[in-house]
């Protein structure tokens, strides 16, 4: 079984610009998260898909993140314009229930730098 | 509010030493669950192991213990003659089934950074 995919694993960008960045979870698992951790704090929740919805996206820091799960199988996360604070590692989640019942899966994530 | 906290940032051990990784949490919740995941070097996020509010048995697993106090608010982890290959940052965190619109989201504490020096 493939586990939960990231693209790219490293992406360094300007400030001002936009960066896409990719998760395919494992196959039949409706339940996708994206979570964050800027450097050397802890791993922040941003938001969580049930299939093509958003279920939570109380984490989202600002309407500069905009994340999508079209058809319910993979998801992307774009971020425009990009800020310095934006820097950090972008971690992607799935399992086929919620967190307090199925321990999630996670990709290897995505570090982003913005210059 | 709900918090995790682990107060070790880093911790350094010579091989076969025994090491205790401390977890202190915060929630109002009566149902809880309680992960400890594991980053290796290579980035990606292993899961160790979960546990319920309502389940204070210690568990062992192989070199691997964890400690589940509820009146401490603690879960604490202890790695059993460590090595080389435990190196890496491990996460404590906390899902709290709380009201309607939780979906259980976990909240991780800041990380310890395990070096097991040979």
């Known amino acids: 079984e493939a586990g939960v995919t990231q693209f790219p694993s490293h992406s360094v960008i300007e400030k001002g610009q936009t960066v896409t960045l990719r998760c395919d979870p494992i196959s039949g698992h409706d339940n996708l998260y994206w979570y964050r951790r800027v450097m050397g704090k802890e791993i922040k929740f941003l938001l969580h898909?049930?299939?093509?919805?958003?279920?939570?996206e109380s984490g989202m820091p600002n309407n500069r993140f905009l994340a999508e799960r079209t058809g319910g199988t993979y998801s992307t996360l774009k971020v425009q314009p990009a800020e310095l604070e934006d820097s950090g590692v972008y971690f992607c989640?799935?399992?086929?229930?919620?967190?307090?019942?199925?321990?999630?899966?996670f990709g290897n994530g995505t570090r982003l730098t913005v210059t | 509010a709900q918090k995790v906290t682990q107060a070790q940032t880093e911790i350094s051990v010579v091989e076969k030493e025994d090491v205790t990784l401390d977890c202190v949490y915060e929630?109002?919740?009566?149902?809880?669950?309680l992960f400890w995941y594991k980053q290796p070097p290579s980035g990606e996020l292993v899961f160790l192991i979960r546990r319920n509010s309502f389940d204070e048995q210690n568990e062992i697993s192989g070199r691997y213990s964890w400690n589940f106090q509820k009146s401490t608010s603690s879960f604490n982890f202890t790695i059993t003659a460590s090595q080389v290959v435990d190196s890496a940052v491990y996460f404590c965190a906390l899902s709290a089934r709380g009201g309607s619109g939780n979906t259980g989201k976990l909240i991780f504490g800041q990380g310890t950074t395990l070096q097991v020096k040979p």
């Open positions: 898909f049930v299939k093509e919805s958003k279920q939570d």
């Open positions: 989640a799935s399992s086929p229930g919620y967190s307090y019942n199925s321990p999630l899966h």
């Open positions: 929630t109002r919740d009566t149902t809880y669950y």
